[in-house]
T-cell receptor, first 111, second 114 residues
Framework: GQNIDQPTEMTATEGAIVQINCTYQ??????LFWYQQHAGEAPTFLSY????GLEEKGRFSSFLSRSKGYSYLLLKELQMKDSASYLC????????????FGAGTTVTVRA | DTEVTQTPKHLVMGMTNKKSLKCEQH?????MYWYKQKAKKPPELMFV???????INESVPSRFSPECPNSSLLNLHLHALQPEDSALYLC?????????????FGPGTRLLVL
């Protein structure tokens, strides 16, 4: 089976930095995805990591350590519109198609 | 263009009704997915189509019947649903089964079964 853990909720102030951690124990590993989902909307793709290291895309960065089964999503210069749920998803080797999602981290940005 | 469209946006149906959810993408993607998402829970995979053939059925009850008429369209036929089937139904697509390919999600259909 797959086990993907991330914190349930985080709160931060506008302009600050927040780091969302994700740990996983899966039967294999074919890459890790981060998605953003605003309430009542579809998940939107943020980042993909398959090799160890940091991937930076503007205000968002994602890090992966395969040996530790660990990833984080870093949100910098927080804006009110960043208030959303952030989903960590792993693609195990056993099934090319299937994404195993974590329960999501709800980030609330306060003024 | 990374858009996946879904209709309708909202659907209310009784337990004896038959309805269909529709999904469309014009990105040339050959893999399409149906997910079910309950409030404050992650999406759960239901079905995967690859090159218009059903590739994965995650033990979904037969009251949900998927159909892929062509490479751009994916339907989900609903019949005799239960109130616990009320959820957000998300369609997604990806280029193919390559592990690097990202899944792009549609806006979803919010379904309420009375």
């Amino acid at each position: 089976g797959q086990n993907i853990d991330q914190p349930t909720e985080m709160t931060a102030t506008e302009g600050a930095i927040v780091q969302i951690n994700c740990t996983y124990q899966t039967s294999g590993f074919n890459g890790l995805f981060w998605y953003q989902q605003h309430a009542g909307e579809a998940p939107t793709f943020l980042s993909y990591n398959v090799l160890d290291g940091l991937e930076e895309k503007g205000r968002f960065s994602s890090f992966l350590s395969r040996s530790k089964g660990y990833s984080y999503l870093l949100l910098k210069e927080l804006q009110m519109k960043d208030s959303a749920s952030y989903l960590c998803a792993v693609r195990p080797l056993s099934n090319d198609y299937k994404l195993s999602f974590g329960a999501g981290t709800t980030v609330t940005v306060r003024a | 263009d990374t858009e996946v469209t879904q209709t309708p946006k909202h659907l209310v149906m009784g337990m004896t009704n038959k309805k269909s959810l529709k999904c469309e993408q014009h990105m040339g993607h050959r893999a399409m997915y149906w997910y079910k998402q309950k409030a404050k829970k992650p999406p759960e995979l239901m079905f995967v189509y690859s090159y218009e053939k059903l590739s994965i059925n995650e033990s979904v009850p037969s009251r949900f019947s998927p159909e892929c008429p062509n490479s751009s369209l994916l339907n989900l036929h609903l019949h005799a649903l239960q109130p616990e089937d009320s959820a957000l139904y998300l369609c997604a697509s990806s280029k193919d089964r390559d592990f690097q390919e990202t899944q792009y999600f549609g806006p979803g259909t919010r379904l309420l079964v009375l």
